[in-house]
């Protein structure tokens, strides 16, 4: 990569979904280095992928997750292979992801507050990934990126639903970006995140009674 200087670079966790395993992560990573090399042939500024750590379980307890009438139901049969004691798991893998440019093309016109700088570039590939599974049919992993609750990505994801609802039917989506402010994304991430505790509250509940 001549000429080329590092702007941006993440770890990325790859997560299976609830019945699948390491082949799904392994399909996963490999798609994205296939769409990777794809860019890279496309475009000046360039991406690069690490090797692919060590698959390991992440575990989670189905007690604070699911109401105890919905466990017994269905879902107690659905993940007993991946079920130990109150805990069930997925597994995960990460991988370094970084982009390379010869300055931060978007530096000029600034970042989002609570955006690391040079994320764009990340946001770019995930769109051009999403393009080319689209175009190729290649939806069928039973894995993908997990990203942590209330981060900047999380954060963007808010902004994307804020603005979303101001926008009229048959209008243009840009033209009301800007009419979405910092404080109606965190009083929003306020109220998801109050859901969120009162929903863990009475979950807990349903398994004490």
Same mark, same amino acid.
Request: charged content about 40%.
């Given at each position: 990569?001549?000429? *080329?200087? *590092?702007?941006?670079?993440?770890? @990325?966790?790859?997560?299976?979904?609830?019945?699948?395993?390491?082949? /799904?992560?392994?399909?996963?990573? &490999?798609?994205?280095?296939?769409?990777?090399?794809?860019?890279?042939? !496309?475009?000046? /500024?360039?991406?690069?992928?690490?090797?692919?750590?060590?698959?390991? !379980?992440?575990?989670?307890?189905?007690?604070?997750?699911?109401?105890?009438?919905?466990?017994?139901?269905?879902?107690?049969?659905?993940?007993?292979?991946?079920?130990?004691? &109150?805990?069930?798991?997925?597994?995960?893998?990460?991988?370094?992801?970084?982009?390379?440019?010869?300055? /931060?093309?978007?530096?000029?016109?600034?970042?989002?507050?609570?955006?690391?700088?040079?994320?764009?570039?990340?946001?770019?590939?995930?769109?051009?990934?999403?393009?080319?599974?689209?175009?190729?049919?290649?939806?069928?992993?039973?894995?993908?990126?997990?990203?942590?609750?209330?981060?900047? $990505?999380?954060?963007?994801?808010?902004?994307? $639903?804020?603005?979303?609802?101001?926008?009229?039917?048959?209008?243009?989506?840009? &033209?009301?970006? @800007? $009419?979405?402010?910092?404080?109606?994304?965190?009083?929003?991430? *306020? $109220?998801?995140?109050?859901?969120?505790?009162?929903?863990?509250?009475?979950?807990?509940?349903?398994?004490?009674?």
């Amino acid at each position: 990569m001549k000429n *080329l200087k *590092l702007v941006y670079s993440q770890t @990325d966790i790859i997560e299976t979904e609830f019945d699948k395993g390491i082949s /799904d992560i392994i399909q996963t990573y &490999d798609l994205t280095k296939v769409v990777a090399r794809e860019y890279n042939s !496309k475009n000046f /500024d360039q991406v690069e992928l690490s090797k692919l750590s060590e698959p390991f !379980k992440e575990f989670y307890n189905y007690k604070e997750i699911f109401f105890k009438k919905d466990w017994d139901k269905s879902i107690k049969n659905k993940l007993k292979r991946v079920t130990e004691g &109150d805990y069930f798991f997925r597994y995960r893998a990460s991988y370094e992801i970084s982009f390379y440019d010869e300055e /931060d093309e978007y530096e000029e016109d600034g970042y989002e507050d609570h955006m690391p700088k040079g994320s764009q570039y990340w946001n770019r590939f995930r769109g051009y990934f999403f393009d080319y599974c689209e175009k190729n049919d290649k939806w069928s992993t039973g894995a993908d990126i997990c990203n942590k609750p209330f981060d900047w $990505q999380y954060r963007n994801h808010v902004r994307v $639903q804020l603005v979303a609802e101001k926008t009229p039917l048959g209008k243009f989506y840009g &033209d009301y970006e @800007d $009419q979405v402010t910092e404080t109606e994304i965190d009083e929003k991430i *306020l $109220q998801y995140e109050k859901e969120f505790e009162e929903k863990k509250l009475a979950i807990k509940k349903s398994w004490e009674q």
